[in-house]
């Protein structure tokens, strides 16, 4: 229903020649889901959740005006949730949204010898708050050993 949406009523124009949307991109959305840890994603709450996000990630992030971002997240998306998840529409809609797989990255890259190789999570890191100190961490050190 959402890829139709996007299909029907965001077709490219000169402006936006780059809203081509095929069903490679409702792959990618599945890829992502399917990519995420049975662990972390342990109920239908946070399923839904990262359903939004991996259709925020595919969709929205192309889109280069405020009101095509709108129709999808506020239209198209939340509709979607109310209607058929309305159990999980509180945790599923709540912003902001963040998911990553870089929580412990900074631990990581100090305990690691081979620190690409380490496996991450894909979770919903919660707000912004949470993130910053992380990403701070990883940029002292990045700045500690580029240092001239």
């Known amino acids: 229903m959402l ?7 965001m077709p ?5 020649f780059h809203y081509i949307f095929s069903l490679r991109d409702l792959s990618r959305v599945f890829q992502g889901i399917c990519q995420a840890d049975p662990k972390v994603i ?25 009101n095509d971002k ?8 939340t509709n ?3 209607t058929h998840f309305p159990n999980a529409a509180a945790v599923a809609l ?11 990255a900074g631990e990581i890259l100090v305990k690691s ?13 919660g707000s912004w708050e949470k993130v910053r100190p992380i990403l701070d ?12």
């Open 42 to 66: 342990n109920n239908g709450n946070i399923l839904v959740r990262l359903w939004r996000n991996e259709c925020m990630r595919v969709y929205e992030d192309r889109l280069n005006e405020e």
């Open 12 to 16: 490219p124009t000169p402006t936006k």
């Open 94 to 104: 709540a912003d902001p949204i963040v998911w990553g797989d870089f929580r412990e």
């Open 70 to 77: 709108m129709f999808l997240s506020e239209k198209q998306l």
């Open 3 to 9: 890829h139709q949406a996007v299909l029907d009523n």
């Open 137 to 148: 961490y990883i940029l002292e050190m990045y700045n500690a050993d580029k240092t001239p």
């Open 113 to 125: 010898d081979n620190p690409y190789a380490d496996p991450r999570t894909y979770e919903d890191l």
């Open 80 to 82: 979607l949730i109310k």
